[in-house]
Structure formats: structure tokens, C-alpha cells
């Protein structure tokens, strides 16, 4: 028997991360969340190029599909081919056929120029007519002054602003630097140490997985009065596994919680991208509820319809290849691993 529900939504994702599988050990062993960002994922976002990204940003829609994950907000970084980067990442989603919501993580990690180009990447791209938020990479890497513009281009362009919020201690000012700026349309990714009240305005992008890795804390997100959604934070885009974790981390601090809660963060992160309500994704398992779902391992799609069109069935995508834009992917990886 199948079930049919509507499209998932991956609500924080870094695309550009999926060729790091099986990439060189960093120089020596991160012992903080700091290092495992200056060690590992500095390193590779500037190592890419148009090329490595198209590959990865490839991949990882079509993971995202065959999840029956229909649309990504996604996260971007890659400080030496900044230019033309977002449109490099809608057309790989939309060759797989995916829904993408880009922004680019603007920093001043490498200096003011970065900066003012991460903003313009995010202006062109908006401006052109794509689909996006302003990105902003996180308080503790930007400037007042970026992070002031940052938020004045998102108002000027009626979008709002997709930034790690208290992923880490090094983000403990957040709060305090960023009130006054965020609206109720920007997206907080992780919030892990955000404190419960006064709070931010905007949405929550809660990612289990990613912080469980990272040992950066669980981030209690029930406690929030903010909106709350599930992301992966660039671990593949496999919401209902996504789920499930979301659950057992939450009754490992709540032994009352039960499933339906992070069943309405799962749906919640449809109010993002509310076209992926008309989306249709037939399950091999049925009934899809939290109760069943949670505690149903390998649950898989069979047919996926996005915007009326078959864009998987039980051969697999119906747009691209999967097995050519994995092989192209593992050469790609290949590439980049040598540069790291």
C-alpha cells in the first residue's frame, strides 16, 4: 500500500557540502566547533569553484528527490567564485527538478571586498528574478556595518534574512548584535544557544543531525515561541530520517514529548515554500503519521510530483540520470579532495 502526502521541504542546507564525503582528515583534530569550522568547512568552501559546485549542488537535489524532499533552502559559501554562484546552484536544483530557495553567507572572513561581493551575489541574483533570502553567514564573522547592510538590502529587496544564529559559543553576542535588525521573516539556522526570552524574531531552522556532529548542544527548540523547522544543515536532505532524530534527541530531554510535535516542525517548513503543498509524494509505507513514521525505519518514495510533473516514479528521477550525476560527482570530488 502507498500514502500520499505533500512535498518536504529541507529547511537549512548547504549544497555545496556534498562532495565532502571521504575528503583528506584536516590538519589536526578540531577540539571545538571553531576548529571544525576553521579546520574542515573553510577549507573547502574555498576550494570551490563553478564546476565543483554545479556537481555538488547536482547531487544533492537529486538525494533530496529520491527522499521525497521537493524543495531546499539553501545556504551558500564559496569565497573565491562568488559571482554567478546562486544561479550555478537554481539551475542544478531545477535541471533535477527541486524547488530552491539561495542565498549567499555573507562574511567579512576575507575582508571588506568579500563582503561587498557576497552582498552584490545576493542583490544580482534577487534582482534578476531568483528565488532567495539574503545570506549572511553568522554575527561572529561580519561586521556591524555588513551586518546592517546585509539586513537593509533584504528590506530594500522585501525578502528576508537566512543566518546562523548561536550555532556555537563564538556566536554568544548574536542576540544582542543582531536586535533591531531581524524581522519575522528572517530564517535563524540552529539557535542552539539563543536564549528563550527575549528572543530573536523569525523562523527556526532546527538541525538535530548537524548539531549532534558538531557537539555544539541540543538546542531545545520546543522552548522557542518562534516558529520552528527542520534543516539538515548540509547533511544530505533526508527529512523524514530528519525527523525521527528530531524526536529522540527531543525525548531524550522530555521523556512526555511524543512525535507530533517534531511532525509540526517537519510540516511547519512548508510555510517557507508554500508551493510544495500542491506537491504530491506517493510513500511505500502507509499511514504516513508522526506515530508511525517515527519509529518506521527505510520508508521511501515511489512517485514524486512537483508542479504537476512526474519528476520521480519507480525507476527513479524522470529530468536527469542518477547514475551519471553520481559518477560526475565522484569525479568532481575527486578534484576537490586533491585540493584540500
Same mark, same amino acid.
Given at each position: 500500500m502507498t500514502a500520499? !502526502?505533500?512535498?518536504?521541504?529541507?529547511? @537549512?542546507?548547504?549544497?555545496?557540502? /556534498?562532495? =565532502?564525503?571521504g575528503m583528506p582528515p584536516p590538519p589536526r583534530t578540531p577540539r571545538s566547533f571553531g576548529q571544525i569550522l576553521e579546520q574542515i568547512w573553510w577549507r573547502l568552501d574555498v576550494a570551490l569553484d563553478l564546476e565543483l559546485l554545479r556537481a555538488s549542488a547536482m547531487l544533492g537535489a537529486l538525494e533530496a528527490l529520491e527522499q521525497g524532499t521537493t524543495a531546499i533552502v539553501d545556504h551558500h559559501e564559496s569565497p573565491t567564485a562568488i559571482e554567478g554562484s546562486l544561479t550555478v546552484i537554481a539551475e542544478a536544483c531545477a535541471e533535477v527538478g527541486v524547488r530552491v530557495v539561495c542565498a549567499y553567507g555573507v562574511t567579512d572572513r576575507h575582508g571588506a571586498d568579500g563582503a561587498r561581493r557576497g552582498l552584490e551575489e545576493n542583490r544580482r541574483f534577487l534582482t534578476e528574478g531568483g528565488r532567495g533570502l539574503v545570506g549572511v553567514? =553568522?554575527?561572529? !564573522?561580519? !561586521?556591524?556595518?555588513?551586518?546592517?547592510?546585509?539586513?537593509?538590502?533584504?528590506?530594500?529587496?522585501?525578502?528576508?534574512?537566512? +543566518? @546562523? +544564529?548561536?550555532?556555537? $559559543?563564538?556566536?554568544? =553576542? =548574536? $542576540?544582542?548584535?543582531? /536586535?533591531?535588525?531581524?524581522r519575522e521573516d528572517w530564517l535563524l539556522a540552529h539557535a542552539v544557544h539563543l536564549p528563550t526570552r527575549p528572543t530573536l524574531p523569525g523562523t527556526v531552522a532546527h538541525n538535530p543531525r548537524s548539531n549532534l556532529n558538531n557537539a555544539v548542544g541540543y538546542a531545545r527548540p520546543a522552548r522557542l515561541a518562534n516558529p520552528v523547522v527542520l534543516g539538515s544543515d548540509g547533511i544530505g536532505a533526508a527529512m523524514l530520517d530528519e525527523f525521527r532524530l528530531a524526536h529522540l534527541v527531543h525525548r531524550a530531554d522530555d521523556v512526555t514529548a511524543t512525535p507530533d510535535t517534531a511532525w509540526g516542525w517537519l510540516e511547519a517548513g512548508r510555510a517557507l515554500v508554500p508551493e510544495t503543498a500542491g506537491d504530491e509524494v506517493s510513500w511505500d509505507y502507509d499511514p504516513m503519521d508522526p506515530w508511525h513514521v517515527a519509529f518506521t525505519p527505510g520508508i521511501r518514495p515511489v512517485r514524486v510530483v512537483v508542479d504537476g510533473e +512526474?519528476?520521480?516514479?519507480?525507476?527513479?528521477? !524522470?529530468?536527469?540520470?542518477?547514475?551519471? +550525476?553520481?559518477?560526475?560527482?565522484?569525479e568532481q570530488a575527486r578534484r576537490l579532495h586533491a585540493r584540500l
Amino acid at each position: 500500500m502507498t500514502a500520499t !502526502t505533500p512535498g518536504l521541504v529541507c529547511a @537549512h542546507h548547504h549544497l555545496y557540502s /556534498a562532495l =565532502a564525503r571521504g575528503m583528506p582528515p584536516p590538519p589536526r583534530t578540531p577540539r571545538s566547533f571553531g576548529q571544525i569550522l576553521e579546520q574542515i568547512w573553510w577549507r573547502l568552501d574555498v576550494a570551490l569553484d563553478l564546476e565543483l559546485l554545479r556537481a555538488s549542488a547536482m547531487l544533492g537535489a537529486l538525494e533530496a528527490l529520491e527522499q521525497g524532499t521537493t524543495a531546499i533552502v539553501d545556504h551558500h559559501e564559496s569565497p573565491t567564485a562568488i559571482e554567478g554562484s546562486l544561479t550555478v546552484i537554481a539551475e542544478a536544483c531545477a535541471e533535477v527538478g527541486v524547488r530552491v530557495v539561495c542565498a549567499y553567507g555573507v562574511t567579512d572572513r576575507h575582508g571588506a571586498d568579500g563582503a561587498r561581493r557576497g552582498l552584490e551575489e545576493n542583490r544580482r541574483f534577487l534582482t534578476e528574478g531568483g528565488r532567495g533570502l539574503v545570506g549572511v553567514h =553568522a554575527a561572529f !564573522t561580519c !561586521t556591524d556595518a555588513t551586518l546592517e547592510a546585509a539586513a537593509g538590502l533584504a528590506r530594500d529587496l522585501g525578502v528576508g534574512v537566512h +543566518v @546562523h +544564529v548561536c550555532e556555537g $559559543p563564538e556566536d554568544a =553576542a =548574536a $542576540p544582542d548584535r543582531l /536586535a533591531g535588525l531581524a524581522r519575522e521573516d528572517w530564517l535563524l539556522a540552529h539557535a542552539v544557544h539563543l536564549p528563550t526570552r527575549p528572543t530573536l524574531p523569525g523562523t527556526v531552522a532546527h538541525n538535530p543531525r548537524s548539531n549532534l556532529n558538531n557537539a555544539v548542544g541540543y538546542a531545545r527548540p520546543a522552548r522557542l515561541a518562534n516558529p520552528v523547522v527542520l534543516g539538515s544543515d548540509g547533511i544530505g536532505a533526508a527529512m523524514l530520517d530528519e525527523f525521527r532524530l528530531a524526536h529522540l534527541v527531543h525525548r531524550a530531554d522530555d521523556v512526555t514529548a511524543t512525535p507530533d510535535t517534531a511532525w509540526g516542525w517537519l510540516e511547519a517548513g512548508r510555510a517557507l515554500v508554500p508551493e510544495t503543498a500542491g506537491d504530491e509524494v506517493s510513500w511505500d509505507y502507509d499511514p504516513m503519521d508522526p506515530w508511525h513514521v517515527a519509529f518506521t525505519p527505510g520508508i521511501r518514495p515511489v512517485r514524486v510530483v512537483v508542479d504537476g510533473e +512526474v519528476v520521480l516514479d519507480e525507476h527513479g528521477p !524522470t529530468r536527469v540520470d542518477a547514475a551519471q +550525476v553520481r559518477a560526475h560527482a565522484r569525479e568532481q570530488a575527486r578534484r576537490l579532495h586533491a585540493r584540500l
